[in-house]
């Protein structure tokens, strides 16, 4: 009975340095690249008009994309970012896919004045079939910051 425990003592031992990283390592980053939330357009978060969504860019290569695809009638959407401090000098790009499969371009909303850098895009038209996408980006990153992002459809 001793002999059994000792070996099985060994063998344990033997199993859990095989599988050890050596001490000695080079200090290469082996762990894979994992894609954050909405990094891609392809990967966009879905949007459910009214809702307020709060996230962060995590650094200058970060990006967030939301997207809405209007399912009814032709409606105007307002568009809202408002990104949390005033170090923090975010943007928000608009693009547009028809059902058709054409698209514009991006373009960008205005900074407003004295709200610590919100801003906005109101009355923008939606046809119906559309999809339209937000990408919050920054061009002057400075620090990981927070963000409020909101789209209502009237």
Known sequence: MNLKKTLTSLLALIMMFSISASAFADGADIRPTVAGIADTREN???YIPGNSYSLFLSDSSDKDWYKWTN?????????FLQPQGLN?????????VHKDGTETSRFYAPTLVGNANGMYIRNLYVPEGATVYAVID?????AQGQYTFM????
């Open 71 to 79: 399912t009814g009638a032709g409606r105007f959407i307002l568009v």
């Open 138 to 142: 920054s061009t002057e990153f400075i």
């Open 88 to 96: 923090i000098k975010f943007r928000m790009g608009i693009e547009m």
């Open 151 to 154: 789209l209502d459809a009237f």
């Open 44 to 46: 966009a978060l879905s």
